[in-house]
């Protein structure tokens, strides 16, 4: 199973001289580990906002504007739900982070591959575990429909947070997923009327009905109509949707998760394109 790792740390020799301990202890609990290393805080914001990541290994002292800590809050506040594991040399920095419990694992670098392999067993057995996997990706989908409320309320200027209380959060299904990904549709048709010259753009992030209703309502409808069941020949609990045809494993659930972050990085490409001045100027 694929396990996406971020690892921040601008003392890269002693990375580089450790990095294959890593690699083997989540390999011993049957990962395919993919291991991105980084000297700066603001080369991995990129890597780490535009896809999933599994978890992200930090060192306290970063040569940067923020430290460590302050970097992770940054991550949790815009909804990064990585599993982390923090480092130090400094036992002061330690105690003040033991107290956040923002802060999953928090450890002397001397002991860090000690808590590494307290982390790859967690992993192991949670992501193995069909009702753990179920509620994560069900977390992934509810992100991302806020995602796409963003871009919406976005659209209403000074008025957005007053549309979002008296609209969609009053409006239950009436204001569904589906409802949302139509407006999105109708605001992205329209700005491509109004300005010719973000089409090309639109192409690029490539947004479509059709995938969406494939990769995402479709997978997450499979996921709300399932259970949990426990199967008396294996000993196991199995995961059972009332969809026929639907293999719970360990491929489906990552590949649900690539579909959701990459729907998830197209929005974020929409907001940042400011479609409210085109079509509520």
């Not at 057995?125 to 069909?130: G, L, V, W």
């Not at 491929?251 to 998830?264: A, M, S």
Request: glycine letters at 4%; proline letters at 3%.
């Amino acid at each position: 199973m694929k396990y996406r790792i971020i690892w921040i740390d601008d003392s890269q020799t002693w990375v580089r001289s450790v990095k294959d301990e890593l690699i083997e202890i989540f390999e011993e609990h049957d990962f395919a580990p993919e291991v991105e290393v980084y000297q700066r805080i603001d080369l991995a914001r990129s890597p780490i906002d535009n896809n999933y990541v599994d978890l992200i290994i930090v060192d306290c002292n970063l040569p940067d504007n923020m430290s460590g800590d302050q970097f992770i809050r940054e991550l949790r506040e815009n909804r990064c739900f990585a599993h982390i594991v923090f480092y130090s040399n400094d036992s002061d920095n330690l105690k003040v982070l033991e107290e956040d419990k923002h802060f999953l694992h928090v450890t002397h670098r001397d002991n860090i591959f000690d808590t590494l392999g307290v982390v790859a067993d967690q992993a192991h057995r949670k992501y193995r575990h069909p009702a753990f996997m179920r509620g994560l990706l069900l977390s992934e989908f509810i992100d991302l429909e806020n995602l796409m409320e963003d871009l919406i309320v976005q659209c209403f200027k000074n008025e957005g947070e007053y549309f979002r209380a008296s609209i969609i959060n009053k409006g239950g299904e009436n204001y569904s997923l589906a409802a949302k990904n139509k407006f999105i549709s109708r605001l992205i048709r329209d700005a491509k009327g109004m300005e010719p010259s973000l089409v090309n753009k639109f192409n690029e992030i490539a947004l479509s009905s059709n995938q969406f209703q494939e990769k995402i309502m479709g997978r997450r409808n499979i996921l709300a109509h399932a259970h949990p069941e426990y199967d008396a020949e294996t000993g196991k609990i199995v995961l059972t949707s009332s969809f026929p045809d639907v293999e719970f494993n360990g491929d489906w659930f990552h590949e649900t998760r690539d579909h959701i972050h990459n729907h998830k990085n197209k929005l974020r490409k929409l907001i940042g394109l400011d479609l409210y001045n085109i079509v509520n100027p």
